[in-house]
């Protein structure tokens, strides 16, 4: 039996993440590649920073959500959120997976149309929709979730001119345990306004109700309050039938799943307590399959998922630009990706790991960006290897989100690379330049010329 070797005790300060005897840590292997393509070929190719996008793990995802739920329930649509990604070839690769479109604006209508998407399966979502949009979406017999009685009344005197049933739904907002409520879109279950919404669009006879909708919140971590949405949307649904003998012919749920995120200030990591898409598809069809919907007349389901179908096909390469000492003597790294690209980096302290090998010695890390702003931060604390100026990181989970929130702000934004099923890499959005943005500025003749 040979000798256990000695090792000396330490006293180290523990201020992010789960411990271990080393203390913590990201990763105990670099990322090297991402599906296959080297990161350092990445970077020397298209740059630092740089989006990547794995279509390999979106078609997986997909098609794992699609299981969980089409398993469980007969009928089942999933929408793709236009919100949470609207690249052109992202979009693109759900449609191909047979998602609708689910868009919250013009612009996101016209992106959909543009793409190809036949208007009858473009869901028109949000409470702001112009006569103009109303129009586009009653003409292509697109379906229109009303969100305000406003609204409402619009696509009413609409009808009347186009000479056409618009088909639409009403948004409901409800209590389902989760707080704070979000009631701040759509009609209210528990006090009246849903049922009385219904009635105005059922005796006007102008409109045809084919579905009813709610989004109960964003990253939600109970399954059982998508239960009780669909529980509530389902007594509706009934209730139309009895009164009016109308079937709804859907139920939408939204979106608001969580990804395998790590919430900032969550204990453990997302990756190990998050739900999943089994767990959500468990709660919704259990309480769908325990209404009163007859065999034969259960509704479609309809799912607007967005986060949780696209984190995590998403990756952000940094590179390193220095490093420096606080005035605690804390470490400080600095990269060059800054929240105006990460900005999700507000909610998420995301997994970080580095590129290339690394030492067993790590140290509690404060990770910033390069602009010149104090809130800045990408991780305010985990722990890292002693990184060098030029190395490169890998940011996980970045997919949602931040290529719709990102903004020119005192850097440009970098190329968006889709690494395909082949391990082929495609630029599927170009950097910035200059150019771009002056292509949009004009200066008045009086302003053109000056003597410093």
Not at 262 to 291: M, Q, R
């Amino acid at each position: 039996m040979s000798k256990i070797r000695y090792e000396r005790p330490v006293i180290k300060k523990l201020e992010s993440g789960m411990p271990n005897k080393f203390g913590t840590r990201t990763e105990y292997l670099p990322m090297t590649h991402i599906d296959g393509v080297a990161v350092t070929r990445l970077v020397k190719e298209y740059g630092s920073p740089l989006f990547v996008f794995s279509e390999k793990t979106i078609h997986s995802t997909i098609k794992s959500a699609r299981k969980a739920f089409e398993t469980r329930y007969p009928r089942v649509q999933f929408a793709w959120s236009y919100k949470t990604n609207y690249l052109n070839a992202v979009c693109s690769i759900f449609h191909q997976e047979g998602s609708w479109a689910e868009v919250v604006s013009g612009f996101e209508y016209d992106k959909a149309i543009s793409l190809g998407v036949d208007g009858r399966k473009i869901i028109f979502n949000g409470p702001e929709k112009s006569e103009e949009d109303l129009t586009k979406a009653i003409t292509n017999d697109s379906l229109i979730h009303i969100d305000h009685l406003d609204e409402l009344y619009s696509i009413a005197e609409l009808a009347e001119i186009l000479k056409k049933c618009p088909r639409v739904a009403i948004r409901v907002n409800m209590d389902t345990g989760i707080y704070p409520m979000w009631d701040r879109f759509g009609f209210n279950y528990e006090n009246g306004q849903a049922w009385d919404a219904i009635n105005k669009i059922m005796h006007s006879g102008k409109m045809e109700l084919v579905g009813l909708h709610c989004h109960i919140g964003t990253f939600i971590l109970a399954p059982s309050a998508y239960g009780i949405a669909a529980s509530k949307l389902a007594e509706l649904a009934i209730s139309v039938e009895q009164k009016f003998k109308h079937e709804i012919m859907y139920i939408d749920l939204g979106g608001g799943f969580a990804s395998r995120n790590t919430l900032k200030n969550a204990y453990l990591p997302g990756s190990d307590t998050n739900p999943t898409f089994d767990d959500f598809a468990e709660s919704i069809s259990t309480a769908l399959l325990n209404s009163n919907f007859k065999k034969d007349k259960l509704p479609l389901l309809i799912l607007e998922t967005g986060r949780a179908l696209i984190d995590e096909a998403g990756y952000l390469i940094g590179s390193v630009i220095s490093n420096k000492r606080s005035s605690t003597g804390r470490r400080n790294t600095i990269l060059d990706v800054g929240v105006n690209i990460l900005f999700t980096a507000f909610w998420y302290d995301h997994k970080i790991t580095p590129a290339q090998s690394f030492t067993q010695y790590t140290e509690d890390t404060c990770v910033f960006g390069p602009l010149c702003m104090n809130i800045d931060v990408i991780r305010e604390n985990t722990e890292l290897p002693l990184l060098n100026r030029g190395d490169q990181v890998v940011i996980h989970n970045v997919g949602a989100y931040n290529l719709t929130q990102w903004m020119q702000f005192i850097a440009l934004r970098p190329n968006v690379v889709l690494v395909d099923k082949d391990g082929k890499t495609h630029v599927i959005r170009m950097r910035e330049t200059l150019d771009n943005m002056n292509t949009m500025e004009k200066i008045p003749n009086h302003l053109k010329k000056f003597n410093l």
